[in-house]
């Protein structure tokens, strides 16, 4: 049956990349899940989204996952794509293509669960939702988590987004309202339930798909939605990504608490290198105010929210579990995200 597969790929903005997408009709199978395999490549002009010169431009889509498409409904679907050369070989904008390689040199061996934490700010033209036309709103206190016309401010866009995720298939765990006003949180990543994957490439795609369906929905309600990790200066909250990551060892009771601690120094020596692969303007946020660390500083603890790497409470009483990276900001690529922890943490080289 014909549908409109709604094709989605990262463009070559500097110095975050954005979402772009076009659509297409195509014969699609009724008696089964949707394979990208199932869909054709298709190519685009490269000049036009910072990833070729014009004279050289046309550059390749290559499906990768498939979910469905909760707003167009009726069996159409959101196809994310890879960007390939016209070689065959990933573009340099292809940060999913460097986390699979790392995968394939062995991270996977160790089953590597991934979870991300994606605060972001919803705008009404200059202004995030809540904010007064000329000056401030109420200091930072009873926002987060919070209930009521005085405290929330946006949540019919959240749960449009929230239900269409989960129409979707993007393995969405929670969200909640932030801790300044008009910013929100949602979580993807693994959730305990039954045959349900949580590996890197699984859950950064659907973090790029839940992503798209901001902005898209954003379309909808006249709201843009910033990712900036700073988006008001002054006595605010910045937005993070902050990451969840575990492997088979730190999950184990009996191996997990070495097996974090040895993760957590590894990860103390390539401090610098991190920060660099974690966002643009990162500085701004990660101030040592509003529930960060430093950028120039490095320090782990258990359930302390003012360090680079968090052990949760229940990780350190139970013996094993994950760790959270607290660095990451809200603009971060998962991608990138998860090939640093990966090459860092399994103490892989890079290429």
Same mark, same amino acid.
């Given at each position: 049956?014909?549908?409109?597969?709604?094709?989605?790929?990262?463009? @070559?903005?500097?110095?975050?990349?954005?979402? #772009?997408?076009?659509?297409?009709?195509?014969?699609?199978?009724?008696?089964?899940?949707?394979?990208?395999?199932?869909?054709?490549?298709?190519?685009?002009?490269?000049?036009?989204?910072?990833?070729?010169?014009? /004279?050289?431009?046309?550059?390749?889509?290559?499906?990768?996952?498939?979910?469905? /498409?909760?707003? #167009?409904?009726?069996?159409?679907?959101?196809?994310?794509?890879?960007?390939?050369?016209?070689?065959?070989?990933? *573009?340099?904008?292809?940060?999913?293509?460097?986390?699979?390689?790392?995968? /394939?040199?062995?991270?996977?061996?160790?089953?590597?669960?991934? @979870?991300?934490?994606?605060?972001?700010?919803?705008?009404?033209?200059?202004?995030?939702?809540?904010?007064?036309?000329?000056?401030?709103?109420?200091?930072?206190?009873?926002?987060?988590?919070?209930?009521?016309?005085?405290?929330?401010? @946006?949540?019919?866009?959240?749960?449009?987004?929230?239900?269409?995720?989960?129409?979707?298939?993007?393995?969405?765990?929670?969200?909640?309202?932030?801790?300044?006003?008009?910013?929100?949180?949602?979580?993807?990543?693994?959730?305990?339930?039954?045959?349900?994957?949580?590996?890197?490439?699984?859950?950064?795609? *659907?973090?790029?798909?839940?992503?798209?369906?901001?902005? #898209?929905?954003?379309?909808?309600?006249?709201?843009?939605?910033?990712?900036?990790?700073?988006?008001?200066?002054?006595?605010?909250?910045?937005?993070?990504? *902050?990451?969840?990551?575990?492997?088979?060892?730190?999950? /184990?009771?009996?191996?997990?608490?070495?097996?974090?601690?040895?993760?957590?120094?590894?990860?103390?020596?390539?401090?610098?290198?991190?920060?660099?692969?974690?966002?643009?303007?990162?500085?701004?946020?990660?101030?040592?105010?509003?529930?960060?660390?430093?950028?120039?500083?490095?320090?782990?603890?258990?359930?302390?929210?003012?360090?680079?790497?968090?052990?949760?409470? *229940?990780?350190?009483?139970?013996?094993? @579990?994950?760790?959270?990276?607290?660095?990451?900001?809200?603009?971060?690529?998962?991608?990138?995200?998860?090939?640093?922890?990966?090459?860092?943490?399994?103490?892989?080289?890079?290429?």
């Amino acid at each position: 049956m014909q549908r409109l597969a709604e094709y989605i790929w990262l463009d @070559g903005a500097k110095p975050t990349q954005q979402l #772009r997408s076009k659509s297409r009709v195509v014969e699609l199978p009724q008696d089964r899940n949707v394979d990208p395999n199932d869909l054709p490549e298709w190519g685009f002009d490269g000049s036009s989204t910072y990833q070729a010169k014009g /004279d050289d431009s046309d550059l390749t889509l290559i499906p990768v996952r498939v979910l469905l /498409d909760p707003i #167009r409904k009726g069996g159409n679907v959101l196809v994310l794509c890879e960007v390939m050369n016209p070689d065959g070989t990933a *573009h340099s904008t292809n940060t999913r293509a460097e986390l699979r390689k790392v995968l /394939d040199e062995g991270a996977s061996e160790q089953e590597p669960w991934f @979870g991300f934490e994606q605060e972001y700010t919803l705008f009404k033209n200059r202004s995030p939702l809540g904010w007064p036309k000329d000056g401030f709103p109420a200091p930072q206190g009873p926002y987060y988590c919070g209930v009521g016309t005085n405290n929330v401010y @946006g949540r019919k866009f959240v749960e449009a987004h929230t239900f269409a995720c989960l129409e979707a298939g993007i393995m969405l765990y929670g969200i909640n309202a932030e801790v300044m006003p008009g910013q929100w949180e949602f979580q993807v990543g693994h959730r305990g339930f039954k045959d349900e994957a949580g590996d890197p490439l699984t859950v950064a795609d *659907h973090m790029w798909m839940a992503r798209y369906l901001l902005n #898209r929905i954003g379309e909808e309600y006249d709201i843009t939605v910033s990712l900036d990790p700073k988006p008001m200066k002054g006595d605010w909250n910045g937005a993070g990504n *902050h990451t969840n990551f575990s492997t088979r060892d730190m999950r /184990d009771p009996v191996t997990g608490i070495a097996t974090i601690d040895a993760a957590v120094e590894r990860l103390s020596t390539t401090h610098e290198a991190h920060i660099a692969q974690y966002g643009a303007n990162l500085a701004e946020r990660l101030t040592g105010q509003h529930e960060t660390c430093s950028i120039t500083e490095f320090k782990a603890g258990v359930a302390n929210r003012n360090a680079s790497i968090r052990i949760p409470r *229940h990780v350190s009483t139970l013996g094993g @579990g994950y760790l959270e990276d607290r660095r990451p900001g809200a603009n971060s690529d998962p991608y990138v995200v998860s090939t640093s922890i990966l090459r860092t943490v399994l103490a892989m080289q890079s290429a």
